[in-house]
């Protein structure tokens, strides 16, 4: 995965429910949308995490004879090329001396330039995120099935697989350590698009008793010591939990309450013929909340791009525009803006910036994150001028004053 988009960056130098809505554009239906710090806050760190991994996937794609004893580097220059790629607004220089705890930048006497590799803390976090990914392929077999599952076809085209391969947490080799692997519940054939294949589930059979992870809050609500909701009502309701601040009229609890108590068709059921009445349209949409539910709740982090969901909106046969979906439903999900990508939260998993119940991977990359906030901070003057190579080469200064 890495080594592919190291070879493509070089050669390449509605009907609502629960919200009543007026007619207003779509981007004037996201700035209206109720904020919640919690989240913004930690999309702030977050949008920074995403290029920092971007760099590191390039560094641990780069060739080496030898990785244990002289661990993979890039040159500065190279990476310089690639800055509005990878989105580093400042140069790669700028960007490299951010980040003393996760870059180290030196001098490559046989190449006669600067390179940079990741720092011995850095470099352990990433074997650290390996090993957890590798320890958990059931999972992430479990999760390709799921998925698979969830698709009216029970095909999904491999690119949007790519797509979501982290959020998956899927190692980069999963053509061949998953896919290949395990040819009783997955094969590969020619789709009728150009630059793909299409991921088929060949095991349908083994599919058909999987339960959507929202089922688990169902019978907890329910067994719950001292509840008095009717299990009736609980049957089709998903928890909610809104931003703090966002005012909750009558009218929109009273919306809430019928839409939680609406039958609908779950994600892994046979979706069956659509109706275009009323009724039938809800009963779709509800459906299509499952869905993006479910999808959320096999991510590690339960948060995904929406640019990278709609991928999938066609094959799990959703009719409306994924974005608006979430905003709809404010209390299960949050939209956030920052980075310049719409990254949507599943809510209920998260408390105070931190996913309530981790998994490996996520404590793996959430070490990374707290790198990331780090910044420079912690790193001495010494330190920091030989990391950033201050007699190297005069051209790095240059950049960097620009």
Same mark, same amino acid.
């Given at each position: 995965?890495?080594?592919?988009?190291?070879?493509?960056?070089?050669?390449?130098?509605?009907?609502?429910?629960?919200?009543?809505?007026?007619?207003?554009?779509?981007?004037?239906?996201?700035?209206?949308?109720?904020?919640?710090?919690?989240?913004?806050?930690?999309?702030?760190?977050?949008?920074?995490?995403?290029?920092?991994?971007?760099?590191?996937?390039?560094?641990?794609?780069?060739?080496?004879?030898?990785?244990?004893?002289?661990?993979?580097?890039?040159?500065?220059?190279?990476?310089?090329?690639?800055?509005?790629?990878?989105?580093?607004?400042?140069?790669?220089?700028?960007?490299?001396?951010?980040?003393?705890?996760?870059?180290?930048?030196?001098?490559?006497?046989?190449?006669?330039?600067?390179?940079?590799?990741?720092?011995?803390?850095?470099?352990?976090?990433?074997?650290?995120?390996?090993?957890?990914?590798?320890?958990?392929?059931?999972?992430?077999?479990?999760?390709?099935?799921?998925?698979?599952?969830?698709?009216?076809?029970?095909?999904?085209?491999?690119?949007?697989?790519?797509?979501?391969?982290?959020?998956?947490?899927?190692?980069?080799?999963?053509?061949?350590?998953?896919?290949?692997?395990?040819?009783?519940?997955?094969?590969?054939?020619?789709?009728?698009?150009?630059?793909?294949?299409? /991921?088929?589930?060949?095991? *349908?059979?083994?599919?058909?008793? +999987?339960?959507? !992870?929202? $089922?688990?809050? @169902?019978? &907890?609500?329910?067994?719950?010591?001292?509840?008095?909701?009717?299990?009736?009502?609980?049957?089709?309701?998903?928890?909610?939990?809104?931003?703090?601040?966002?005012?909750?009229?009558?009218?929109?609890?009273?919306?809430?309450?019928?839409?939680?108590?609406?039958?609908?068709?779950?994600?892994?059921?046979?979706?069956?013929?659509?109706?275009?009445?009323?009724?039938?349209?809800?009963?779709?949409?509800?459906?299509?909340?499952?869905?993006?539910?479910?999808?959320?709740?096999?991510?590690?982090?339960?948060?995904?791009?929406?640019?990278?969901?709609?991928?999938?909106?066609?094959?799990?046969?959703?009719?409306?525009?994924?974005?608006?979906?979430?905003?709809?439903?404010?209390?299960?999900?949050? /939209?956030?803006?920052?980075? *310049?990508?719409?990254?949507?939260? +599943?809510?209920? !998993?998260? $408390?105070?910036? @931190?996913? &309530?119940?981790?998994?490996?991977?996520?404590?793996?990359?959430?070490?990374?994150?707290?790198?990331?906030?780090?910044?420079?901070?912690?790193?001495?003057?010494?330190?920091?001028?030989?990391?950033?190579?201050?007699?190297?080469?005069?051209?790095?200064?240059?950049?960097?004053?620009?």
């Amino acid at each position: 995965m890495a080594t592919q988009m190291l070879k493509k960056l070089t050669s390449k130098l509605r009907i609502t429910t629960t919200r009543h809505r007026t007619k207003t554009t779509s981007s004037q239906y996201v700035a209206t949308r109720a904020r919640d710090p919690t989240f913004e806050k930690h999309m702030d760190a977050h949008k920074n995490l995403l290029k920092v991994a971007a760099v590191q996937d390039l560094l641990l794609a780069a060739p080496t004879p030898t990785p244990t004893t002289h661990p993979p580097s890039l040159s500065v220059d190279f990476l310089d090329r690639l800055s509005q790629k990878l989105h580093l607004n400042r140069g790669a220089v700028a960007f490299l001396r951010h980040y003393p705890h996760i870059f180290h930048v030196f001098y490559n006497p046989a190449k006669s330039q600067s390179h940079f590799k990741l720092t011995e803390s850095a470099t352990k976090i990433a074997q650290q995120e390996a090993a957890a990914v590798h320890d958990s392929l059931p999972l992430v077999i479990d999760r390709l099935v799921r998925l698979l599952s969830m698709s009216l076809t029970k095909e999904l085209p491999l690119r949007a697989i790519f797509k979501v391969w982290r959020e998956l947490g899927l190692p980069d080799d999963f053509e061949d350590s998953v896919i290949s692997r395990n040819p009783n519940l997955f094969g590969l054939c020619d789709a009728e698009e150009p630059n793909t294949h299409i /991921l088929k589930f060949v095991d *349908k059979n083994s599919g058909s008793n +999987l339960v959507a !992870a929202v $089922e688990n809050w @169902r019978v &907890i609500e329910c067994c719950r010591e001292g509840c008095s909701v009717d299990r009736t009502e609980i049957r089709y309701s998903f928890k909610h939990g809104y931003p703090p601040g966002m005012r909750l009229g009558k009218n929109f609890k009273a919306k809430v309450k019928e839409w939680q108590g609406l039958a609908y068709v779950g994600p892994y059921e046979e979706m069956g013929e659509k109706r275009r009445t009323k009724n039938g349209v809800k009963a779709l949409e509800k459906r299509a909340v499952g869905v993006v539910h479910e999808f959320l709740s096999l991510t590690v982090e339960k948060m995904v791009e929406v640019e990278k969901i709609s991928h999938f909106r066609k094959w799990f046969g959703i009719d409306l525009n994924i974005r608006d979906l979430f905003l709809d439903h404010p209390g299960m999900f949050y /939209l956030s803006t920052k980075g *310049k990508r719409h990254t949507v939260f +599943l809510r209920e !998993a998260y $408390e105070k910036g @931190r996913l &309530i119940d981790p998994n490996p991977v996520y404590e793996a990359r959430r070490k990374l994150l707290d790198l990331v906030v780090l910044g420079r901070r912690g790193v001495s003057l010494d330190f920091k001028s030989r990391n950033t190579g201050r007699n190297i080469d005069h051209g790095l200064q240059e950049q960097e004053n620009d």
